[in-house]
Structure formats: C-alpha cells, structure tokens
C-alpha cells in the first residue's frame, strides 16, 4: 500500500508549487478515504468524440483514478468492444434506445432528447453508482453537452468539460456565441485573437455558410453557455501545435491540453497495454488491408479516408476517384457501407492493380505502416492529430463543419499538407486531386511537408511523455481530484 502513495507522490511532484503542499497531503490523506476517486466520462454519442475521451480516461488509470465511460443506450449496442477494455462503461438514455439519431426526425429532436432524457438518466447512473458503492467525484463531459454540467453540480461534483475540435476551432465558436462576430459573415477575412487571419470559407461551415445544419449550429456555439461554471476545461491538442491560442484561452478560463489522444503504443510507449481505440462503431478489413499493404514499396501508396461521419457529394466521390487513379499511385481508400454506392462504375474493377477499396480500415496501423506515403483526408480533428503524431503529410480535402479551419492550420501553420481547393460549385475536381497527390509524394514541397511531419511527430510524443505539457496537464486535473472532499 506504502509504494502504491509513494509512486503518486512522484508523479504529482510535476504540479505547481501553489498547489502542491495541499496535493501531496491530500495523497497522504487518500487511504483514509473508503473509496478512490471516479470520474465519469461522458463523450457525445459518435466515434470521433468516444475515442478521444475514452483515451483520456485510459491515461488517469496508472494514476490512481477509476474510470467509468458513460454512452448512450443506442451507442452501446453499436458498439465493437475489444475484451481488453480495461475501462467500466455504463449507459444512459436519449430517448431513443433502438436506434440513436437515426431513430429521431430531425437532428434538432435528437439534441432535444439528449438534453432532457439524457439529463434525467444521468442523474439516475451517478445514483445508481453511489448506492453500488462506486460514488462518482467528476463528471468530465463532452462540450457538445453542456446540459452534463448542470447534472453534475446537482450531485456537487466536479464538472469538467473537454473539447474534441481544436482550441482554434473552439475560439471561433466562442467569439461568435459572445456576439463579436456578427453573423451572417459580411467581411472577407475574419481576425480573431490567438489565430491568423482567416478567409471567411477558413473558419468552420457553420460559420461561413451560415444557416446550413441549425441543430449543429447551435450545439457548438452552446458548448458556451455555462462554461464559466466549470471546474476545468481540456482540449485534445498540446501546447506547442497551439501555443498562441492557448494561451489566450488560458486568460479565460482554468485551462489544459492533455492531447493527443493516441494510443499509447504510438506515442510514449508508457502504457503497455493501450494498443488501440478498443471500441468501434464500424469493424475494420484489418486482414484485407494489411495483407494488401504488406506487398507495396515503401512511401508509394495514397490512404484517402473521411473518417466516421463526413458524407461527400456523388459528384465529389466519383471525381476524387478519377483523380486517384490518374495519379497512377497505388491508393487505399475507405469509402463506407453508406457511400459505395456513390463509386463510379466497374471503377473498383478497373483500379484492382493498383487500388484497394475498403469500408472501414484499422487507421493507426494503417498509417504506420511503412508503404503509406501520404492522407488525404477530410481534416477531422482526430484524423489530423494521428497524421501529426504519426508524420505523414497531408492532403486536405475538408468538407464540413471544423474541417475547414483544420485544414487552415496544416497547410499554412504546421505546414504539413497542401490544400485541394474546390471549384465554385464546391467540388474538387480530379485534376486538383492529381496535381496535389503527385506534389506530396514527389514534388519538393513535398519533401518539405515530411521533414515538418516528423518535427511535430517528436513534438507530439515529447508532450505525452513524462514531464511533457500534456502530461503535467493530466497531473495537475488529477491533483484537483485529490483535493477534492
């Protein structure tokens, strides 16, 4: 029991020194206490926001601190659950246990639903918790859920909310909720502290195309609207892929990057067992692709992915893939159950020597693997963070929602990808796909593009590390539980 406060002692010792005479007494004080201290983790229902929470809960274990991971009843039953979990998951309603969102009428019925079913069921599972002796001390919810908040200050918890877009996605959201910038866009660029000057079609779609999807909309500006009420506010990022940002949202609230939120394995390499995800919502070719992969030369093929939810144009598809093939590179594209039938005709046939089309891939291994030589993605956040911390460059292709200003920041501030620009009609055409696939994996800028990928591969990993920002991040929260009565 001595070594178990002994080994909290010496990772605590990172936490300031303004804080850590009441820490390390409290840690003294820990095995006074009948229980450990819970967080309960609380991601929106959909992969891109359970993985990267369920990654940041993985990174409390070894630290002392009982994880729970709370879903919706409908996710749960979606859900592809490698034994290995090592964290408890426990489920709560929306109001619609058969199907999710696509049981709802509307995504505005669904967020409706979340919000007052779900409201009412989580305050059932933290009971239900206390009386099986697991009592929660934080509830650590998913910006997209601020009503979370509002339930865990009934319970006189910790509230901590976590943010799955980027600090400068998120800086956005928050000067438009606070009304300093007037909405529909009528100015060509938009200055924003913290941020380079963006275009108007740089900053989010919800943004630029004002009025397109309300409910989303309203759900990311409404990530605000009680965030002064919480304990902490954590992003997937670290420090240095964001400092300036950082640090003037740091002015405004109490503030840690604890990304990214890799498996361990890819990154620091400190816990042994974090290999992958553990849970999907699609099931992976992993045989298929990896056997295809293991046959290709090294840097020659293309992985071209649009993660779990962007749905493209018919039009968009059937270009991207004449512009795959005329890149005569090999290519290995993940093109959902949902979108195949968006594929031109006879063209999986027609490029079987030399692409392989999947409906979902194991995308870390996939993006290790020696044979890859460039991404070109959609420019999700979690999609982003593993091309960076893996250094591969990129081709960004943003469709919607944050994509726009990820995209922004890889090509013009980490510079680490190039950008497919879209015609006037919003489609990029497959001579744009070819001239940008052909610049990363031969051209100069290219070369350039791959010694800045592997700059922040190292950065990404020293921040994870010991002693690293992301990791002092997660013992100063931590340090907060301790104190916590």
Request: glycine share 6%; hydrophobic share 40%; charged share 25%.
């Amino acid at each position: 029991m001595k070594k178990r406060v002994h080994f909290k002692l010496l990772d605590l010792l990172h936490l300031s020194s303004s804080v850590s005479a009441n820490l390390l007494l409290s840690v003294l004080k820990m095995e006074e206490k009948p229980h450990k201290p819970h967080v309960l983790i609380v991601p929106y229902p959909a992969q891109g926001h359970i993985n990267p929470m369920l990654q940041f809960a993985k990174r409390l274990l070894p630290k002392g601190i009982k994880s729970t991971l709370a879903t919706t009843v409908s996710t749960f039953k979606a859900m592809q659950i490698n034994p290995t979990n090592s964290i408890a998951i426990e489920t709560f309603s929306d109001g619609f246990d058969e199907g999710g969102y696509s049981q709802a009428e509307s995504l505005d019925a669904y967020v409706e639903s979340l919000k007052r079913v779900g409201s009412e069921t989580l305050s059932k599972l933290i009971k239900k918790l206390d009386e099986n002796g697991q009592p929660v001390t934080a509830v650590v919810y998913d910006g997209f859920m601020p009503w979370a908040l509002d339930v865990a200050k009934e319970f006189g918890l910790l509230g901590v909310v976590f943010f799955t877009q980027s600090c400068a996605v998120n800086n956005i959201y928050y000067h438009v909720y606070k009304g300093l910038i007037p909405l529909p866009l009528t100015e060509t660029t938009v200055s924003i502290p913290g941020l380079p000057v963006l275009q108007a079609s740089e900053t989010p779609s919800f943004i630029h195309d004002f009025g397109s999807y309300p409910g989303y909309y309203h759900t990311v500006v409404n990530q605000f609207s009680n965030i002064d009420e919480a304990d902490w506010v954590l992003f997937n990022t670290f420090y240095k892929l964001e400092e300036t940002v950082v640090d003037w949202l740091a002015k405004q609230w109490k503030l840690g990057t604890i990304g990214p939120t890799l498996p361990s394995v890819y990154l620091d390499k400190r816990l042994e067992d974090d290999k992958d995800y553990e849970i999907t919502l699609f099931k992976p070719k992993t045989d298929a692709c990896m056997t295809w992969l293991n046959d290709k030369p090294k840097n020659s093929v293309v992985y071209v992915s649009f993660g779990s939810m962007a749905e493209a144009e018919e039009q968009q598809v059937e270009e991207l893939a004449w512009g795959l093939k005329s890149s005569n590179c090999f290519f290995l594209w993940v093109v959902r159950e949902t979108e195949d039938r968006k594929l031109p005709k006879k063209f999986k046939e027609e490029t079987s020597e030399k692409g392989l089309v999947v409906s979902w891939c194991p995308q870390l291994e996939v993006l290790t693997h020696e044979s890859i030589g460039c991404f070109v993605t959609h420019c999700g956040l979690n999609s982003v963070l593993e091309a960076l911390s893996l250094g591969i460059p990129m081709v960004a292709m943003p469709q919607w929602t944050d994509q726009p200003t990820n995209a922004k920041f890889v090509k013009d501030v980490w510079r680490t990808g190039i950008r497919a620009w879209s015609d006037e009609r919003g489609i990029v055409r497959r001579e744009v796909v070819e001239i940008c696939i052909k610049e990363v994996m031969e051209g100069e800028k290219g070369k350039e593009m791959k010694k800045n990928a592997k700059i922040w591969k190292n950065l990404a990993r020293e921040a994870v590390d010991e002693g690293g920002s992301s990791d002092k991040a997660i013992d100063e929260f931590i340090g907060k539980i301790l104190l916590c009565p």
